[in-house]
């Protein structure tokens, strides 16, 4: 069952708005964060993976669907978010990708 309080960025102005000011960016070994707080009581977000990086649309998909589920079980609100991963993605275990991705998204709070 979906969350209700996630929710996918869809318009060019809400993805644009998380590159502007650049200023909340978060790095680790695995992901790259930029974010910005919103006003709402929802977590929208959008996940970046490069085509260069990542040649196979599966491997791509199957990266945004591990990092959705990811983002589905934190309760963290009233923030955008853009996700990229990085090349050594898949050098890493799951739940190695998920306590980085938990880690990161804990220093947003």
Do not use: C, P, W
């Amino acid at each position: 069952m979906k969350s209700k309080h996630i929710i996918s960025l869809k318009k060019k102005g809400d993805i644009s708005s998380l590159f502007e000011k650049r200023l909340n960016v978060l790095r680790s070994k695995i992901f790259n964060i930029n974010y910005v707080k919103n006003n709402l009581d929802e977590l929208r977000f959008v996940i970046a993976v490069s085509k260069k990086k990542y040649k196979s649309a599966v491997t791509r998909n199957k990266i945004k669907r591990q990092v959705r589920q990811i983002l589905q079980a934190t309760n963290i609100k009233g923030i955008d978010i853009a996700i990229f991963a990085n090349e050594n993605y898949f050098e890493n275990k799951f739940e190695a990708i998920q306590n980085d991705l938990n880690s990161l998204l804990s220093r947003i709070k």
